[in-house]
Nanobody
Framework: QEDLVESGGGLVQAGGSLRLSCAVS????????MGWFRQVPGKEREFAAA????????HYAEAVKGRFTISRDNAKRMLFLQMDDLKPDDTGVYVC??????????????????WGQGAQVTVSS
C-alpha cells in the first residue's frame, strides 16, 4: 500500500489543462511539506512545484511558473497540481512527494521520504 496515491493524469492537447490530485494514505503519519516532481525516461527527475505545510510558501520550476498552481487541503490530506497552458515538454510521469521532517518546501527529491507511483501526463502538439 502506497503512502501517496496520485490521480488525474491523462492525454491532452497543447494549450489544454489537467489537474493532478494526490491522496495521503490514512496509515501515513502527518505529512508536512509536499511537492511534485516529473520523470521522463532517459532524463533526470525534475522538480516541478512544492508547498509548505500551511500552504503559504510555494516554489515552482522556471519552466512551469505562471502555468502550474500547487495547492493542498490538509483537512482532506490532499495535494493538487493545476496545470494550465500545457506544452509537449510537460509530458512525463508526475510524482507526488511528502515529508514529515520539514515544514518548508524543498526542491530536492531526496528531502522527501514519501512518494507515490506517479501519474502519466501526455501533451500532444
Amino acid at each position: 500500500q502506497e503512502d501517496l496515491v496520485e490521480s488525474g493524469g491523462g492525454l491532452v492537447q497543447a494549450g489544454g489543462s489537467l489537474r493532478l490530485s494526490c491522496a495521503v494514505s490514512p496509515r501515513t503519519s502527518t505529512v508536512h511539506a509536499m511537492g511534485w516532481f516529473r520523470q521522463v525516461p532517459g532524463k533526470e527527475r525534475e522538480f516541478a512545484a512544492a508547498i509548505s505545510y500551511t500552504g503559504d510558501i510555494t516554489h515552482y520550476a522556471e519552466a512551469v511558473k505562471g502555468r502550474f498552481t500547487i495547492s493542498r487541503d490538509n483537512a482532506k490530506r490532499m495535494l493538487f497540481l493545476q496545470m494550465d497552458d500545457l506544452k509537449p515538454d510537460d509530458t512525463g510521469v508526475y510524482v507526488c512527494t511528502g515529508t514529515g521532517r520539514r515544514l518548508l518546501p524543498s526542491l530536492r527529491f531526496g528531502e522527501y521520504e514519501y512518494w507515490g507511483q506517479g501519474a502519466q501526463v501526455t501533451v500532444s502538439s
